[in-house]
């Protein structure tokens, strides 16, 4: 019982040292007395975290497993200058198994955690108290926080570098090339998650070292603040991605493909999207999730336009429930809408463009486009979304109506109202590891779960996913929308994805897209006059906590 042994003497030191000194503590001064209490009070919470831990080492057993083996705590001296006793933890080789949420990949874009729920995620990991404060890695992710958690601030990452090319793109006589790399990379995204935390109140500022189209210049992903403290409930105010799709609510980390459907893309960036300014919040319940934002311009709008008079304003509304589930069923149904209530002004007027990429997310020129549609009133779009898990099995859908509205006066010429249309359908089958699962918090499906970590000489190999979608996006209203000649187009992408996860915190993806572009004069430097087809092989590595 070394453990007892050196606390009682410990112990037994503190009392020896307040009794002795009682006689100069009546001959010290105020200052000396108020010095030699805090000396007490130090030691005190010093034994108070020694005699807990070494109750809890002696009190606890770990169940055996036949593939992992844990290593017992040391009790070790800490430098001379530093709290007297620490703990240190003898490295310890994690292999599993996991249940439930603890196996799925960590998403390093929340949901955020109350307070209560930042506690109990922090309790569940080993940490080292050091003074008044407490270092750990609750989901993998260093965080520093007061004994009582009070105060916490912690560093997250996402990493995904994308490699890959295009085949297939020769460019009809008269048509310009475009850009479509053969093979190239892109640093898609290069997240580093800063959180600082007081209780319920959690401020996060996220900066963004990757992009959408080609890497080597730095943004901001999100830089909001916080309240968590309602029941299930997430109140944010600040630059926020706001989600209205069950694929964007899935988070970029979770994606079965690289990126998201075209049409999810695009609704999505009307008044919600990365960095937008928001207010609202959003509740949720085992069965059910409502989610309502108001809505303004994006981070770095007025900087990359310095004519805009009038910024914009909008809304987003989401709703969705699980009407059925079961050990092997899982229903998902859900809605939603956005709204612009009125777009930027600049010194071109309220204007607006619909373009994407072909889902391949290497600084491609983008074939689809709405053209230029002017003296625009108001944006919006809703549609359903329809997801049904059996087993294995995940299949997945979304469709959604955009519409555009024109503002007309005497000087202008009449304008029509346009109307766009697009959809998906996904389906996933989960070869080994566990399925992917619904988490209710987000009213989405994540990840499959890794109950071992890779390890072959003991047959673990994590996770393996294979996925197919079909994705058909058209923008074409009517003749001559973007002006004289320039019409919308359609675009259509089948793609087929293989995504390995040898543990939580990294994953491995390959994709192959085919897509097919109707012609519009709309896309610049005549790339698209007679419409385009080609095909893709890009793969992605990703590393998140």
């Known amino acids: 019982m070394p453990r007892y042994h050196r606390a009682s003497t410990l112990l037994a030191s503190a009392a020896s040292v307040f009794l002795l000194s009682t006689p100069q503590v009546f001959a010290a001064s105020d200052s000396e007395v108020s010095e ?22 002696e009190h606890t057993t770990t169940a ?7 290593a017992p705590h040391r009790l070790v001296d800490a430098p001379a200058n530093e709290p007297q006793p620490v703990f240190a933890e003898a490295p310890v080789a994690y292999h599993g198994p996991r249940q439930g949420a603890d196996s799925h990949t960590v998403l390093a874009e929340g949901p955020l955690l109350s307070w209560k729920e930042f506690r109990a995620a922090s309790a569940k990991d080993e940490e080292v108290h050091i003074g008044g404060m407490q270092i ?16 916490a601030f912690s560093v997250g990452l996402l990493f995904q570098e994308d490699i890959g090319g295009f085949l297939g793109m020769a460019s009809a006589p008269r048509e310009g090339a475009g850009n479509f790399n053969k093979f190239t990379q892109n ?11 007081y209780k319920d ?15 080597g210049s730095v943004g901001l992903f999100e830089a909001n603040l916080n309240y968590t403290g ?10 926020f991605q706001p989600r209205m799709e069950e694929e964007s609510a899935e988070r970029s980390g979770a994606f079965e493909f690289l990126e998201r459907p075209t049409i999810v893309d695009l609704v999505r960036n009307l008044a919600g999207g990365v960095a937008r300014f928001s207010v ?16 303004g311009q994006k981070y770095g709008d007025r900087s990359k336009d310095t004519t805009i008079v009038d910024s914009q304003t909008g809304a987003v509304v989401r709703v969705a429930g699980r009407p059925y589930l079961s050990k092997d069923i899982d229903v998902h149904v859900g809605a939603g809408a956005t709204s612009v209530f009125k777009v930027n002004e600049n010194s071109k007027g309220r204007q607006i463009t619909l373009s994407d990429n072909m889902e391949v997310p290497l600084g491609e020129t983008n074939l689809l486009t709405s053209g230029a549609l002017t003296n625009v009133a108001q944006i919006w779009a809703a549609g359903p979304q329809l997801a049904l898990r059996w087993k294995r099995f995940l299949l997945k859908s979304e469709y959604y109506h955009i519409g555009v509205q024109r503002a007309n006066n005497a000087e202008a010429v009449h304008l029509p109202s346009l109307g766009f249309d697009g959809w998906y359908v996904s389906a996933n089958y989960t070869v080994f590891g566990k399925p992917r699962a619904y988490n209710e918090k987000i009213a989405a499906f994540t990840t499959p779960g890794v109950e071992y970590d890779f390890d072959p000489a003991h047959n673990h190999w994590g996770a393996l996913e294979v996925s197919g979608r079909w994705s058909v996006t058209d923008l074409y209203g009517e003749s001559n929308q973007g002006g004289t000649g320039i019409n919308g187009n359609q675009q259509t992408v089948w793609q087929g994805g293989l995504n390995w996860y040898p543990n939580r915190h990294f994953k491995f993806m390959l994709d192959y ?33």
């Not at 750990?136 to 105060?151: H, L, Q, V």
């Not at 290069?190 to 935390?197: H, I, T, V």
């Open 201 to 215: 109140w959690v401020v996060n500022v996220t900066p963004d070292f990757g992009s959408s189209s080609v890497d």
């Open 230 to 239: 309602l029941h299930n409930t997430t109140l944010t105010v600040g630059y």
């Open 64 to 70: 055996s497993n036949a593939h992992a083996t844990h």
């Open 36 to 57: 030699l209490r805090r000396e007490m009070d130090a030691m005190r919470r010093e034994m108070h975290v020694l005699q807990s831990r070494v109750a809890k080492y």
């Open 136 to 151: 750990g890695f609750p989901n993998g992710r260093p965080t520093i926080a007061s004994d009582d958690k009070a105060y």
């Open 187 to 197: 640093a898609r995204r290069l997240r580093l998650y800063f959180s600082w935390r």
């Open 513 to 545: 897209a085919r897509f097919i572009v109707s012609r519009s004069k709309g896309v610049s430097g005549n790339v698209n006059l007679f419409g385009r087809d080609g095909n893709a092989v890009v793969g992605r590595v990703q590393a998140s906590f």
């Open 280 to 295: 609202g919040g959003e509740h949720y319940e085992k069965r059910w999730l409502a989610a309502a934002y108001f809505t």
